[in-house]
């Protein structure tokens, strides 16, 4: 009888190994020059003071010629010196400061796109880094390829202390899910700091992005277009096409992030990603109440411990062969404290989510949409 709760983490053990056998299948891709679509990169931004030189440096500094593509950066009703500086910068040939017609990061995204000019669109955010081959090497798996929807790789800046590590490793196995869903040809999330798609694909599926949410921009977008037959929506493995994102600062903020992005599950309507999300949580939530019944029954513990040894190995072999592919094998340190961590983690999101929704629903939109 103590040992019925283990056939509860059998669907998460087996989901996430498949994930992680279609992982296995991705082969880095090698771009070729000569590219000629012109592209536009299209960055809503907020309060963005702090970080927007160095993101408009990377966009100078592009190896794509000058001429093919174009910068529009949106200010979303910022409360600093974000236009300002932005109206003032001058390495870019072809750039655009606005303003947000409206408020939030989903019309500053509708806003800039009005005005673009390319057939193939890149949204990436003002906090986040990319190197110089970042646009060639899109533009080249584009124009091999022929997608709809590029998703694109993301890490985050690497900083020192557990908090920190923890939303590193998280963020890795969030990209192992994102990756090998999307090699299975299913994928259930993407990341708005790293996302391409066609102009014709936004026109299209623009009124299916939930604008009564402050988040989701980039992911009802990408369930929309899942919903098209024939779609073709592919995943982009290359380091020269890797975005860094920054982290959380505080506790606090990392936890208000993650209950926004919780917050928009309610309205999704794609069977995969809902699959993932409920096996998930059982297997989270199975995990503390055993725990805490093993507090009080001893005959439990052993079960909790087969139970999270079960939940490790598939947790284990995707997030090594995520870091392994962007140079992150030292987090795998920090897997184990991680691993005990973690069910509480969720669980604290959710309480978030649910005593104090007004905070969340109010929040402005993450700018790292997975």
């Not at 939030?104 to 995204?109: L, R």
């Not at 709809?148 to 490793?169: A, C, D, K």
């Not at 982009?236 to 982290?247: I, Q």
């Not at 109010?362 to 700018?367: D, G």
Request: aromatic share 10%.
């Amino acid at each position: 009888m103590y040992w019925l709760p283990v056939i509860l983490i059998l669907p998460y053990f087996c989901l996430l190994l498949r994930i992680y056998r279609n992982l296995r299948r991705i082969k880095p891709y090698n771009p070729d020059n000569g590219n000629k679509t012109f592209i536009s990169v299209v960055v809503a931004c907020r309060n963005e003071e702090k970080n927007l030189p160095s993101m408009l440096y990377d966009i100078s500094v592009q190896d794509y010629d000058p001429g093919l593509f174009e910068l529009i950066l949106v200010d979303d009703n910022s409360e600093d010196g974000t236009f300002k500086q932005a109206s003032e910068f001058r390495g870019i040939r072809n750039y655009k400061v606005i303003q947000n017609d409206g408020i939030g990061k989903k019309q500053a995204i509708r806003t800039g796109i009005k005005l673009c000019s390319g057939d193939l669109i890149i949204t990436t955010d003002a906090d986040c880094r990319m190197g110089s081959a970042w646009i060639s090497t899109i533009a080249s798996f584009f124009e091999r390829r022929r997608p709809e929807m590029i998703i694109g790789p993301v890490v985050l800046t690497s900083r020192t202390g557990f908090i920190n590590r923890f939303q590193e490793l998280e963020f890795m196995g969030l990209q192992g899910v994102t990756a090998g869903t999307a090699a299975a040809g299913d994928p259930v999330m993407c990341n708005g700091a790293n996302l391409a798609f066609t102009k014709a694909t936004y026109i299209k599926h623009a009124d299916k992005l939930k604008d009564e949410l402050n988040t989701g921009d980039d992911i009802f977008l990408l369930h929309s277009l899942k919903t098209e037959s024939g779609s073709k929506i592919l995943w982009l493995e290359s380091n020269l096409s890797l975005v860094t994102a920054r982290s959380s600062g505080t506790p606090t903020e990392f936890l208000q992030q993650r209950a926004r992005w919780l917050s928009k599950a309610r309205a999704y309507r794609d069977k995969s990603t809902i699959l993932i999300g409920i096996v998930t949580f059982v297997t989270i939530l199975l995990l503390c109440s055993i725990l805490v019944t093993g507090l009080f029954v001893p005959e439990f513990l052993p079960v909790f411990l087969v139970i999270i040894l079960l939940k490790s190995i598939p947790d284990t072999v995707i997030l090594r062969n995520t870091i392994r592919r962007y140079g992150k094998g030292k987090l795998m340190k920090w897997f184990i404290p991680s691993q005990l961590v973690y069910p509480f983690y969720v669980l604290a999101v959710v309480l978030r989510l649910v005593l104090t929704p007004e905070r969340v629903n109010l929040s402005s939109p993450s700018p790292r949409g997975i």
